[in-house]
């Protein structure tokens, strides 16, 4: 792995757990990390096809790139897109026994206002 590829993995092992390309691109230039912002989102992709990372899709949003690797749920803020991370025990457990199906994977958004977007609101 290249140093820059590095440098990103870590910015998002040492992240909250989710970035879009636009974010990690804004880091690294606050940072003085010389990337562009088609490399940052190649790179991204590239950690997350090799299993590194993984990418949500939301729609109506850019891809955000998550640091957890493990299953979990995700939570998407309707007004700033902000990605929360919730875990549902053996979720794929529950659905599969409801369906009598072997879930083979999953993507699921649950949409809700986070806290900053309820506050502005009021
Ligand atoms: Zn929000
Ligand atoms: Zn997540």
New binding site residues.
């Given amino acids: 792995m290249t140093k820059l590829n590095q440098t990103i993995l870590e910015t998002l092992r040492t992240s909250e757990?989710?970035m879009t390309a636009e974010e990690m691109f804004l880091f690294c230039k606050q940072n003085n990390i010389k990337v562009s912002l088609a490399s940052t989102y190649r790179i991204l992709g590239n950690l997350a096809d090799e299993g590194y990372i993984k990418r949500?899709a939301f729609a109506g949003q850019p891809d955000v790139f998550?640091k957890?690797l493990d299953e979990?749920q995700?939570l998407v803020c309707d007004s700033c897109g902000k990605?929360k991370?919730i875990l549902i025990k053996d979720f794929k457990g529950i659905i599969e026994e409801a369906a009598n199906e072997k879930i083979t994977s999953y993507s699921l958004t649950l949409n809700y206002t986070c806290r900053s977007c309820k506050k502005q609101r009021s």
């Fill in positions: 757990g989710h949500l998550d957890t979990h995700h990605v991370d």
